[in-house]
């Protein structure tokens, strides 16, 4: 019988469960105050070794550090490597000192979800979910090599994120910010109407420009990680050819003058690779927003106001994401959705119109 009762030092009656793994090594599992729980025990190892879904009980004591350093190695070939540093951040600092040292079998649900509930009183929604995501992540590949069953961060009630409000501005002030940027006065254009990513900007060269049709192909990204900056290339649907207005296109065939085909368009004053300018320092940027009046707004700002202008302009969604190099549509319209708010208003104008050239044809009442 593979369930025996034997006597604790104490005294005290307990009962030990005995069997053997898919591997034909003898598992004991002692402690049982009652028989049925014995037989319980038992009964799920059975099932778990009859439909291959054994776990070996050692394997829970593998250290969470452990499957990190497998999940970040795994993750370093395959996102940019800003993200990279983000997640090895994350890991770092919030992640590891709260759950390296765990063994993956004694973690519980409900430690996660207080763990998650104490860091979003000290740090932003945006912290606390990626610190989630990597210990989920993590977690997930302990799942995957068979370590354990479930992972305990699954459904956890994450804090959310606050929409923040955005500065659009309208093609005048664009324009008026432009003139007050002087030798930049393309780049500000190229940003507030064409809607490219700093680092898409800084990157782009000579041969990237498509005169003939008036295209920007975005090829490349100018990429910061930690303290280092390099040239790397953007995520596939990040690569595309943006339409560029005429207005514009003159700016930057200026820009290009004199330029071969592998130089950049936009350039450093020293020369190089542009570094990304702060509206609160003493930069060009920050003396072409107090010069030109405009409202204080960040050149990431100058993205979703070409947004806004492209879709007040009369665009559609699809038009926007692969203006902006967004994944899909959906991300698009999640992050523009009160621009597009209008688009209702124009819906019910043509049904109107509808209605009444249909009222006048018709001598029928509409009710």
């Known amino acids: 019988m593979p369930i025996y009762p034997y006597n604790t030092k104490s005294g005290d009656k307990r009962y030990r469960v005995t069997y053997r793994d898919p591997d034909h090594s003898q598992r004991t599992k002692r402690g049982f105050r009652r028989r049925k729980d014995a037989q319980d025990y038992l009964a799920r190892m059975t099932t778990y070794i009859s439909d291959n879904d054994y776990i070996d009980p050692n394997a829970g004591k593998t250290l969470v550090c452990q499957f990190a350093d497998t999940w970040l190695k795994g993750k370093k070939n395959v996102v940019k490597p800003k993200y990279y540093a983000d997640l090895e951040c994350s890991w770092r600092v919030h992640v590891c ?4 040292n765990r063994e993956i079998a004694s973690i519980r649900h409900s430690e996660i979800q207080t763990w998650v ?16 995501g990597v210990l ?4 997930d590949l302990a799942v995957r090599d068979g370590s354990i069953r479930r992972n305990p961060a699954d459904g956890c009630q994450l804090p959310r994120k606050q929409r923040k409000e955005r500065t659009h ?33 800084a990157a782009l060269r000579v041969k990237h420009v ?5 295209r ?6 100018w990429v910061r990680s930690g ?10 649907w990040e690569v595309r050819d943006v339409p560029v207005p005429d207005q514009v296109m003159s700016a930057i065939k200026e820009q290009c003058e004199g330029k071969g085909p592998e130089d950049l368009v936009f350039t450093a004053p020293s020369g190089g690779h542009l570094r990304e300018q702060s509206a609160k320092n003493h930069g060009w940027y920050a003396r072409a927003l107090r010069d030109s009046g405009v409202p204080t707004l960040t050149c990431h700002d100058l993205r979703h106001t070409a947004a806004s202008i492209a879709i007040s302009s009369g665009a559609n969604v699809k038009a926007v994401q692969r203006m902006l190099g967004h994944k899909n549509a959906a991300m698009t319209l999640d992050t523009y959705a009160d621009l597009f708010d209008t688009d209702l208003d124009d819906v019910a104008t043509s049904i109107s119109s509808k209605i009444a050239a249909a009222k006048t044809s018709n001598s029928g009442n509409v009710r």
């Open 97 to 100: 000192n709260a759950w390296g």
């Open 117 to 132: 509930s104490e860091l979003a009183k000290k740090r932003s929604a945006t912290i606390t979910i990626r610190a989630h």
């Open 136 to 139: 989920k992540g993590v977690l």
């Open 169 to 201: 501005l309208t093609p005048a002030q664009v324009i008026d910010l432009a003139h007050a940027a002087g030798t930049y006065q393309a780049l500000i254009l190229t940003l507030g109407f064409c809607g490219l990513r700093w680092g898409e900007a």
């Open 210 to 214: 498509d005169t003939q049709n008036n």
């Open 216 to 221: 920007l192909r975005v090829r490349l990204s």
């Open 227 to 236: 303290k280092k900056h390099f040239e790397g290339a953007p995520k596939t």
